[in-house]
């Protein structure tokens, strides 16, 4: 206090860090001729020329993998000062405020298997024989002005008479085209693929082609019967018509309506 006047002050600093580690497949071209004039023209980023030299070059379509770790530090400042008072379950107060906000977001990613005569077939040309990339993304912002806060139990309301905010930063190194190469490779053939990995350590992937109509032209390919009543050790072993096969329906596929014939057996 000074004097009779509550006065109350807070600061509060917080972060927070994520690491994440992803693999997905990369596709690449092998050439087996030309190397020079394909180097040339990946380094002078002149797709055309590189498409050019390429359909006369022997060369093969491949894959590997592509290894990204990411990591992300968020970091914060709150501060207040003005008068009244702020305990765990009341507060009646107003003052000057400010924040401070730090996101900062970093990006590695590796691609050992690309050289001289590998050209990844992601991302810019320029970068298609670059075996590693760093890039970052960094951004600041903040504001200060006068707020009002007013809390009971849990009630509060908070009032925000006037304000002034601030942002900057953006990407900087190969952060861009870090997120082209790895967007452009989660295409194969046009197709969106999604990498799984499974509790054993194997990685499956997934392609998504989108809402199809189910096809069953096989049903009018030929006369289809469900057939019941097949012999069986387990289920049917005690049956005396054993080795007995019924008809049940036909017209059949294999997922069919279950069918209930009139008559139990």
Known sequence: MVGV????????????????????????IVAYSYPYELKQAAQANDRQKFNEILAQADHDEATATDYLTQLRLFLYIRTFAGVGFDYSVVAFKIGVFGQLDLDFQFEWLNCDYLDSW??????????????EMFGADLNFSGSTGIKFLFKFLFVSYEKIFCSVGFQFGGPVGEWETIEDIWADNKTISGKPVARVAMSNGQVMYAVDVGAQMEQRDYVDAAEQEWLGGQPSIELFSLDEDQGVTDMLQSGAYSYPTPYCPTTAR
């Open 5 to 28: 006047v509550p006065v109350t002050t807070s600061l509060t600093l917080g972060g927070s860090m994520e690491l994440r580690l992803d693999m997905q497949q990369g596709n690449y």
């Open 118 to 131: 590998k050209y990844s077939m992601a991302g810019p040309l320029s970068t298609s024989m670059y075996q």
